[in-house]
């Protein structure tokens, strides 16, 4: 029951403050149709309660699973056998990560599904699944986490180069694969590895660092589009088919609430599949904690059923609508208002409350919660109002932002703690979960369709990496000032 109420607090804070936004803008200089503001409340409400249930389920069922993988990995010899598991491990999660869906069907909506959504899907969990196996070789083998992240992002910005029409979803793509179920999995399967360790100071540095080279995999798995597509294909098609009766208030509700019970199902049944091989084989759980996860497993896939059905049927239309409304104003409002909405989403993610949590757990309250927060919340801020800007200016790109923006994140890498490289890039991945995706990138989308010189193909993605970028500046920049005061009292971390 505590740990249930705890969900309810966190989902309560997570949601509230977007609500009460909208709604202020509904009334004052963005309002929208009755309808359509009834289905973004209905909507606001599903997603709490299935949040509550999913973060719920995760709490008995994915963490615990992720901690005794972790422990399993460690005590095996057997490098083969941890690659292939965590690879396995990783594609299934990641194809069953709900912002991967809501972003590969925003995406292929706007393609007027010349793209599937479950081809983006496939892409980004084999791509993530790769990176995923390789961040656990690099626990076992002791390298250099620096020296991963350098190579993995040289990479995806050389295959970016010569994919330039599938750069923006790719990038997008990698911040979504770092969502409500991905982050509490990882995160406790590289806790699981590293607390093994008898040095407990590379412990400590190996309990983060392996959400963020995951990340990456998603990159290179997206850029492949580029290769089987001709470019522009995907920009000519941009009108999604009209599926439900739009003016119904509860058409959409139950179109959804249809479809989404099988969808999540196929889903998330290989990741349960996985549980039950671990427990025959391996873990061996007593009567009562093996019941505890097959009940934590069922409580996700509800939470996640009803998560899609508010996403879908309410919210995500409402962040399209206000940032069409928006966009007709000065460009001062939609860059100024982007980036407030950018600081309250921050502060009310899911994952960034789990990843905070482990960061002053780990670091025995080295590093606050709320100061970590702050520095998020600044980064996010930035990452939207300049993704607006990129929207309402012509001849900016997202080349300006995220060439040297990562550039600068590698460098500083260098200068700072080596417990902060992992604890920015893993930072930088969770900053956008599904608030983000859901509703961020519905307000850039927005935005980018009421902007007569938009791309909405084009500029609309991109919001996503530049959410996953700052936060990864803001706290390299954290942990250079913490350098700088740990420097002065002498003390040596």
Not at 416 to 422: D, H, L, N
Request: hydrophobic share 55%; with cysteine; charged share 15%.
């Amino acid at each position: 029951m505590s740990v249930l109420l705890k969900k309810v607090k966190e989902v309560l804070i997570a949601v509230l403050p977007v609500v009460v936004f909208v709604v202020i803008l509904h009334f004052t200089i963005a309002p929208v149709s009755n309808t359509l503001f009834f289905q973004f409340l209905i909507g606001a409400l599903a997603i709490k309660i299935g949040l509550i249930v999913l973060l719920f389920g995760i709490e008995l069922a994915v963490l615990p699973l992720g901690g005794h993988i972790g422990s399993v990995f460690v005590k095996s010899n057997k490098l083969w056998f941890i690659i292939i598991t965590i690879f396995i491990l990783g594609f299934f999660v990641n194809f069953a990560e709900p912002d991967v869906t809501v972003l590969a069907d925003q995406f292929s909506n706007i393609t007027g599904n010349l793209i599937s959504s479950f081809t983006i899907r496939a892409l980004v969990a084999m791509g993530t699944g790769m990176m995923l196996a390789f961040g656990a070789v690099r626990i076992v083998k002791k390298i250099s986490l620096r020296i991963v992240l350098v190579i993995a992002y040289t990479a995806a910005f050389s295959l970016a180069f010569f994919a330039p029409d599938f750069m923006a979803i790719a990038f997008d793509a990698s911040g979504a694969a770092t969502g409500a179920i991905t982050v509490p999995l990882v995160l406790a399967l590289a806790l699981g590895m590293a607390s093994m360790k008898k040095d407990s100071k590379s412990a400590e540095e190996d309990s983060f660092g392996m959400v963020g080279i995951m990340a990456s995999g998603a990159i290179f798995g997206l850029l492949i589009l580029n290769f089987f597509i001709k470019p522009g294909d995907a920009a000519a098609v941009q009108d999604a088919p009209v599926i439900y009766d739009r003016t119904s208030m509860m058409a959409p509700f139950l179109y959804y609430l249809k479809k989404e019970p099988l969808v999540t199902l196929q889903s998330l049944l290989p990741i349960f599949i996985i549980f039950l091989f671990f427990q025959y084989f391996k873990l061996k759980l007593s009567r009562r904690p093996f019941r505890k996860m097959l009940m934590g497993f069922l409580y996700t896939y509800i939470g996640l059923v009803i998560f899609f059905v508010g996403v879908h049927a309410g919210f995500m239309e409402m962040g399209r609508e206000i940032g069409k409304l928006l966009a007709d104003w000065p460009p001062v409002i939609p860059i100024g208002l982007g980036a407030v909405l950018g600081m309250l989403i921050i502060l009310t993610e899911p994952a960034v409350y789990v990843l905070t949590h482990q960061i002053e757990d780990v670091t025995s309250g080295y590093l606050r919660r709320k100061t970590v927060l702050v520095f998020l919340a600044i980064g996010m801020a930035f990452a939207v109002g300049l993704h607006m800007l990129k929207i309402i200016i012509p001849g900016i790109t997202l080349w300006h932002y995220i060439l040297p923006g990562y550039c600068f994140a590698l460098i500083m890498m260098f200068f700072t703690p080596k417990m902060f490289t992992g604890i920015s890039f893993d930072s930088g991945a969770v900053s956008s979960g599904p608030m983000t995706v859901t509703f961020i990138l519905a307000y850039s989308q927005g935005v980018s369709e009421a902007v007569e010189h938009s791309d909405v193909f084009m500029d609309s993605f991109g919001v996503i990496v530049m959410v996953t970028m700052m936060p990864v500046i803001a706290l390299q920049v954290l942990g250079f000032i913490y350098k700088i005061k740990s420097r002065k009292v002498g003390v040596k971390r």
